[in-house]
């Protein structure tokens, strides 16, 4: 955490430039604001955080949510910007577009009023270190993109789009400190507590402090398995804690808990979830999988603890046991809307809503569970993953909806299953709706990251190899493009010849 409150001092100055900006324009031309976002949970919470805040200072706004921000939106939103009385808002995403803005709304429509707030790395920069690169782009661009890797603050750990917002939002008025549990779920949203146990870097640690302060958020060790679920089938299902002879079956992992002596059953005869444990059954359970791991499974206690005991983060003035108590369901849900073409209804959560749209998630978030179960059924039943030699790829047909298919991509490759080969990336494909275009989604495994797979740099490469001039990038582990149809075979055909030369270099 070197320098880091200097380097947040620097990024809080970067944003009060953009805020009077804003204000400036807002108050000569009484003007109103349109809010760009991304759908997944980051995005929605970082809409929300700046709905509330203009709300509160009865400025007008809107909201537009978008699966992502491409050229054609961007050439879209410039033919139509002369004629609105409006500032623009871009929020975690525009970074990886900045050009575009360049070119089509500041060279081609001369149009000023608009601000990105990203914490992406921009456009054709693949990794943090290209420090020269982003210093000149921070200089071209400063009066209108404020992005985290300009003052050496990682934006794929540090902060989220959420909390690039919040921080926005606190400079344009330290009543928003209240917004700071919603840029945290948000940061979860992206999966930035990747600390031990759970924990948080940098500036996001900052807004915690501000959520722990202001009495909206506790932090509590708990066992790192779903407090919704039973916890039978939490176990069994655990995406992060895989327990050989308990992982996906449920009766075993019943019975497992059971032989510790703990009443399973609720008082309506269900499997209790993690919620309606104590302390001491807790303590018991930590301590059992401890030795199970460490006597049967041989593994160090130190390295299961690490992932065993997780820190929540549990929102105060939400219901205990709801959705929302947990930062991390509430995440989920908001993702669950956003895939599913509900991202308003997330963002009405988000900004506070308790009523309608909280009562009609629900069914979202169990429509959106049925999808991602039946996307992967029908993927391993039908041996929908083809192989080439260094990638393997899929299609999703009719049956993964496009919004889903990079949701899918990562609970191949990250989550707890054996069945995946994780060795090679996987690239799924969908064909977008009224598009003769593939969306690409593509996720490599940590091991292979470490050994020099990196996806977002892959994705340009083979772009270029293949003659697209398309916009593509990500992170090292995950990264997407879209491309048209009828180039799909030499595309994939170039993927599997850059992950190769990533690997062994020819
Ligand atoms: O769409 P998907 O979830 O697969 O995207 C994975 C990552 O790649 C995200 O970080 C996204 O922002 C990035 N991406 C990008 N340019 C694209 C498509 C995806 O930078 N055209
Ligand atoms: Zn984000």
């Known amino acids: ?54 709300f509160r200072e009865k400025i007008p706004f809107q909201i537009t949510i978008l699966k992502q921000l491409q050229r054609e939106s961007i050439s879209k939103i410039s033919k139509n910007v002369k004629s609105f009385n409006k500032f623009l808002i871009f929020t975690d995403f525009g970074s990886g577009q900045y050009l575009e803005f360049q070119n089509e709304l500041i060279l081609k429509e001369n149009f000023n009023s608009f601000i990105v707030l990203d914490h992406h790395l921009p456009q054709n920069i693949s990794n943090k270190e290209e420090i020269n690169q982003l210093e000149n782009i921070h200089k071209k661009t400063y009066q209108w993109h404020v992005n985290p890797y300009f003052y050496g603050i990682d934006g794929s750990l540090e902060i989220s789009g959420a909390g690039l917002s919040y921080s926005f939002v606190k400079v344009l008025n330290e009543i928003n400190v209240d917004l700071s549990s919603i840029a945290i779920i948000g940061a979860i949203g992206d999966i930035q507590n990747k600390g031990s146990n759970k924990s948080f870097f940098g500036i996001n640690s900052l807004i915690l402090e501000d959520a722990k302060k202001v009495g909206l958020i506790d932090i509590k060790n708990d066992l790192n398995f779903s407090s919704i679920k039973p916890l039978n089938e939490a176990i069994a299902y655990s995406k992060e804690i895989n327990l050989p002879g308990l992982t996906g079956d449920v009766n075993r992992s019943l019975i497992f808990l059971k032989t510790l002596g703990i009443l399973m059953e609720n008082s309506n005869g269900n499997i209790k979830t993690l919620n309606e444990l104590n302390n001491e059954e807790k303590q018991k359970i930590s301590s059992a999988i401890i030795e199970y791991s460490s006597v049967k499974l041989d593994i160090e206690p130190s390295r299961i603890i690490e992932k065993l005991i997780i820190n929540r983060y549990l929102l105060k003035n939400e219901e205990e046991g709801s959705e929302l108590y947990d930062a991390a369901e509430f995440s989920n849900l908001l993702n669950a809307c956003g895939r599913l073409n509900s991202g308003s209804l997330g963002i009405a959560i988000a900004m506070g809503d308790r009523k309608k749209s909280y009562q009609k998630s629900h069914e979202i978030l169990l429509n959106y569970k049925k999808t991602l ?15 080439k030699e260094y990638i393997q790829y899929f299609f999703a047909e009719d049956v993964i909806p496009e919004t889903m298919v990079g949701t899918i991509a990562s609970m191949l490759v990250f989550d707890n299953n054996e069945r995946f080969d994780k060795s090679k990336p996987i690239f799924g494909l969908v064909r977008v709706e009224d598009e003769n275009n593939y969306k690409v989604s593509a996720r490599a495994h940590e091991k292979i990251v470490n050994k020099g797979v990196n996806l977002s740099q892959a994705i340009r490469d083979a772009c270029d190899e293949s003659n697209l001039d398309v916009l593509g990038g990500g992170h090292p582990p995950a990264a997407g493009t879209k491309i048209p149809l009828d180039k799909v075979d030499i595309f994939l055909e170039n993927c599997d010849t850059t992950i190769r030369k990533q690997l062994y270099g020819k």
Do not use: P
């Open 1 to 54: 955490m070197d320098g880091l409150k200097e380097k947040f001092e620097k990024f809080q100055d970067a944003l009060t430039i953009v805020k009077n900006e804003m204000l400036d324009f807002l108050i000569n031309k009484r003007a109103s604001v349109h809010i760009y976002t991304h759908l997944d949970a980051d995005g929605l919470s970082a809409g929300a955080i700046l709905g509330k805040a203009l």
């Open 373 to 387: 179960l039946k996307s992967l059924t029908w993927l391993y039943d039908n041996n929908k993953i083809q192989q």
